[in-house]
């Protein structure tokens, strides 16, 4: 068996691993790019510090844009990230357009689902030559030096392929010891801003020590050698920050890391040592940072402290409002904890935002009620909009497996679902849906949540990099007002419909008036939002450094 | 003011929903390119509905 590329090797920009490295042919990788895709981005340097010129494309792009481009530049290898499972069909359309549009590049294919389910993606894509499982910094490398020369990669650790209609997975290559010894990600595209500001995704660690049912993350860290979290120093982190904010211009920070180092004594140590890197650096003032964390972690003193060091928002998967749901999905928390945390954060004016399941498999008809209850508790006053989802089995999770067990699970691969313990729960669910649109309402780009949490977030970059602006005070009011109206009404056609399908009772809301009501909601708000804008826009734009138009 | 507000808004402070979108499962299993493509059909489809009727109102 071949030994893994030493990774160090790679941060050095080694030219060759002593095996041969063809680089005249470029490498194409294909992933969703919205908030800059740092998987690829990772991807991109290490291929780039070997000497492959690497051309990044978005999968939103139209398929016949990306066949044309491979055609145009013909890749050694076509990597594609896929980070959602239920892309896979999607993924597969254009895999099979490249192919049938005449791309002989080697076809590979990363990330949580193509790692844990090997089987399955090479099944769903018979076009695909291999998976790289796992962190596929140094397989990909190995993968593409093969590749290029011509040589057998069979047998190149971390990657899973098809062989007389087996699916073969190689040892599973070691997750990386040190990220610092990583080099950036590649950042080469235009960042998001809102009000003027630019934004960047950052890492600080990788892995998550954590054991929720419901998500692949652990899974995927755990089932390959090596420890599970790492962190990079937090020297080496704030000098990154620092880099983009001097050369790009970069003042948010979004921390992707899929459990924010805070959890026991070693990892609040280390974001003790971040926020000292911040002020050493002198960065709090100039650059604000948001990160994810568990509700569990939110403690005064910490998180004032990070607050002053820049923290703006706080993300939480709370999930749910319900023992027996918190239980079911493993959180190993309570609905007291999670309570406390939201009531801290709202005591040192922290923005926070957070994510929730209104069903799960252990569902029921009470438990719904005692999610709204909750729901009501800590985003009745309006602080930020309702959000919720219902849970879905993805591969690699605990619960899909106990769902495969207990013969509940539905749906297929593209669109896993279960059946409720109540069935009446599906029916209610269904019911939800056409009485609320509930793309319309919680997901999606109209949708009223995701337009007032941006209203909210705009809210804590307004307080954090401008100015005291006039009228702030008034607006916070008129958007929380608001957002408590929004949040009234979907609690309330949420409960109605649970007691239509428990108990019968009459349902009284129309689909076309609730529809209604939303479009009036967001009519007022962007209505009240662009006029405290227009009536700041001097100041704001003189701190952008733009004229005023 | 507020259509005056909306209207006149510098581009960097005009309201950016997309910022922090985060793509869910989509129910009908439509990728992003197909979804652009059925949302600017039902667009076009709305405009050519209303124009048919102010026509037909004139």
Not at chain 1, 113 to 130: A, C, K, M, R, V
Not at chain 1, 337 to 350: E, G, P, T
Not at chain 1, 405 to 423: H, M
Not at chain 2, 9 to 27: C, M, Q, T
Request: with cysteine.
């Amino acid at each position: 068996m071949r030994q893994p590329i030493p990774l160090r090797a790679i941060q050095q920009g080694h030219p060759d691993t002593g095996r041969g490295r063809d680089t005249s042919r470029p490498v194409m990788l294909v992933g969703f790019q919205h908030q800059g895709n740092l998987g690829l981005g990772y991807l991109t340097s290490v291929l780039r510090q070997c000497g492959y010129d690497v051309r990044v494309v978005d999968i939103e792009q139209d398929p016949e844009e990306i066949v044309k481009t491979a055609r145009e530049i013909n890749p050694v290898l076509i990597g594609f990230s896929l980070i959602f499972q239920f892309y896979v069909g999607g993924y597969g359309e254009l895999v099979r357009s490249l192919r049938t549009g005449g791309i002989r590049s080697h076809f590979t294919m990363g990330g949580h689902f193509p790692s844990l389910s090997y089987e399955q993606t090479l099944e769903i894509i018979p076009e695909l030559d291999s998976v790289v499982r796992f962190e596929g910094e140094s397989t990909l490398v190995e993968l593409t030096d093969a590749v290029s020369t011509g040589r057998d990669w069979h047998d190149i650790p971390g990657i899973a392929f098809v062989r007389e209609g087996q699916a073969i997975a190689t040892p599973a290559r070691p997750l990386v010891e040190d990220l610092d010894l990583l080099p950036y990600p590649e950042r080469n595209y235009q960042p998001d801003a809102v009000l003027g500001r630019s934004i960047m995704p950052i890492l600080a660690s990788r892995g998550c020590a954590r054991t929720c049912s419901f998500c692949s993350i652990h899974t995927f860290y755990r089932a390959a050698p090596g420890r599970m979290v790492r962190t990079r120093k937090p020297a080496e982190v704030v000098r990154e920050m620092r880099m983009l904010h001097e050369e790009r211009g970069i003042t948010i920070f979004l921390f992707q890391d899929d459990d924010f180092p805070l959890f026991g004594p070693v990892w609040r140590r280390w974001a003790n040592e971040f926020v000292d890197e911040l002020h050493r650096n002198h960065l709090p003032g100039k650059v604000i940072w948001k990160m994810n964390c568990r509700a569990d972690v939110v403690e005064r003193e910490l998180f004032l402290r990070m607050r002053e060091a820049g923290l703006y928002l706080v993300y939480m998967g709370l999930e749910s409002g319900s023992e027996q749901g918190l239980k079911t999905l493993h959180k190993q928390i309570t609905v007291e904890q999670n309570v406390r945390a939201v009531d801290l954060l709202k005591s040192i004016d922290l923005m926070w935002e957070y994510g929730f399941m209104l069903l799960d498999p252990s569902s029921t008809f009470e438990s719904v009620r005692e999610n709204l209850a909750f729901l009501r508790t800590i985003v009745g006053d309006g602080c930020l909009p309702v959000t919720f989802c219902r849970m879905l089995p993805y591969d690699g999770t605990p619960i899909k497996d106990e769902l495969v067990r207990s013969g509940r699970l539905r749906g297929d691969v593209n669109n896993p679902d279960y059946d409720f313990l109540d069935p009446r729960l599906a029916d209610f669910y269904e019911g939800l849906t056409s009485v609320v649109n509930v793309r319309g309402w919680i997901h999606g780009l109209e949708a009223v949540t995701l337009q007032l949490s941006t209203a909210w977030h705009e809210v804590a970059v307004m307080g954090r990099l401008f100015p005291s602006l006039p009228g702030m005070a008034t607006y916070t009011k008129t958007l929380r007002r608001i957002t408590r109206k929004s949040n009234h009404l979907l609690l309330g056609i949420v409960e109605d419909l649970s007691y239509t399908f428990s108990d019968g009772k009459e349902n009284p809301w129309v689909p076309e008036e609730v529809e209604d009501s939303r479009k009036r909601i967001l009519e007022e708000f962007i209505t009240e939002r662009d006029a405290f804008v227009y009536k700041n826009e001097a100041i704001l734009l003189e701190v952008l450094g733009q004229p005023c138009s | 003011m507020a259509k005056k507000a909306a209207q006149k808004l510098s581009a960097a402070l005009v309201f950016r929903k997309e910022w922090i979108f985060d793509p869910g499962p989509d129910v009908l299993g439509l990728n992003r390119a197909a979804l652009a493509k059925v949302n600017q059909l039902k667009t076009a489809f709305t405009k050519n509905v209303n124009e048919v009727i102010k026509q037909g109102q004139g």
